[in-house]
């Protein structure tokens, strides 16, 4: 989506806007309904990051932040009708806004997509997303969360990619970090902002960063296993590509790679692997079977593609393998 149509103008004097204050309301409220989502759009990009948006409904936009800042943690209360918001490569570039956020969902459904990932939120769902990758927020109907916004430096810069749309929700340890946020956030927007809880605000967002890294670790294992099963229904096809395993698997061809990628392995490797151990229990089997046809059995384009991946994996060629010491 290009930046020059749906970024951040800056246009708009409204009170509270540029430097941003310890303690906002904002609204779209404040326009008239002709400007509303470009004043929309400048508001996001002066509470949070320089973004890209756009509705993604026709008819009218409304939108409203009550913020806060409590030193390092900014938490931000955020109501709105559907839309998208892109953080591009060329925003990231002119800026220097080196931020991690999490959004937590509070009503309606919305998704985070960032390194790869897709993490969808509803309501008591959390996620995390790094300001200095792209990332795209989307909303396809009203909806209300709280952003919680905290300086990378504050944070392991080591636990950041990992967690990035991963969702933490339901029971658990996660949960008492999102109500922790969600009860600050609320005693804020009351007139009680509780300086001494800051402290332990930005140890949880760290504990709660540890979950996700921890939680996509455990989702790449079950992935990792899907592929491996999917890979040995699939072998005996010759034709088998990557785009039928990650469609069985349901996944993208990116996801695919990079969970391979965490074995050091790739996709011509393991099928190759797996048609070679295939080709070895029909050749001690059925010992008189032609090589053409155990080829053809277990997925080789052919018995000349036979020979050669059964020397690489084995060392010897399949008539010694037959004729060896079972």
């Given at each position: 989506m290009p930046d020059v149509d749906n970024r951040c103008a800056a246009g708009f004097d409204a009170e509270g806007m540029g430097a941003t204050p310890a303690a906002a309301e904002w609204s779209t409220t404040a326009v008239d309904q002709d400007h509303a989502f470009d004043y929309w759009r400048d508001l996001i990009c002066d509470a949070f990051v320089q973004l890209s948006a756009r509705p993604v409904l026709p008819g009218p936009f409304a939108g409203s932040i009550a913020h806060r800042a409590l030193d390092e943690v900014e938490l931000s209360t955020v109501t709105a009708d559907a839309q998208r918001v892109d953080r591009t490569r060329s925003l990231i570039a002119r800026s220097h806004e080196d931020y991690l956020l999490a959004s937590i969902q509070l009503e309606g459904f919305g998704e985070i997509r960032q390194d790869g990932r897709v993490a969808g939120l509803r309501a008591g769902s959390m996620a995390f997303y790094d300001s200095t990758r792209p990332y795209t927020l989307a909303f396809g109907a009203h909806f209300r969360q709280l952003v919680v916004q905290v300086p990378r430096t504050a944070l392991p810069a080591a636990r950041v990619r990992d967690a990035t749309a991963v969702v933490l929700d339901g029971p658990g340890p996660g949960r008492l970090v999102t109500d922790f946020f969600v009860g600050l956030a609320r005693e804020a927007e009351d007139g009680h902002p509780a300086p001494g809880l800051v402290p332990h605000a930005v140890g949880l967002f760290e504990y709660a960063l540890g979950l996700a890294g921890a939680s996509r670790a455990g989702t790449d294992a079950a992935v990792r296993q899907n592929v491996h099963d999917a890979i040995?229904?699939?072998?005996?096809?010759?034709?088998?590509?990557?785009?039928?395993?990650?469609?069985?698997?349901?996944?993208?061809?990116?996801?695919?790679?990079?969970?391979?990628a965490g074995e050091g392995r790739t996709l011509r490797d393991l099928l190759r692997h797996e048609r070679v151990r295939r080709a070895k229990a029909v050749l001690r089997a059925e010992p008189h079977l032609p090589v053409a046809v155990v080829a053809a059995r277990c997925g080789f384009g052919g018995e000349a593609q036979l020979h050669r991946a059964f020397r690489e994996v084995t060392g010897v060629s399949p008539g010694a393998f037959r004729s060896g010491p079972g």
């Open positions: 040995a229904r699939a072998a005996g096809e010759p034709g088998v590509s990557a785009d039928d395993i990650a469609a069985a698997c349901h996944i993208s061809r990116r996801t695919l790679f990079r969970v391979l």
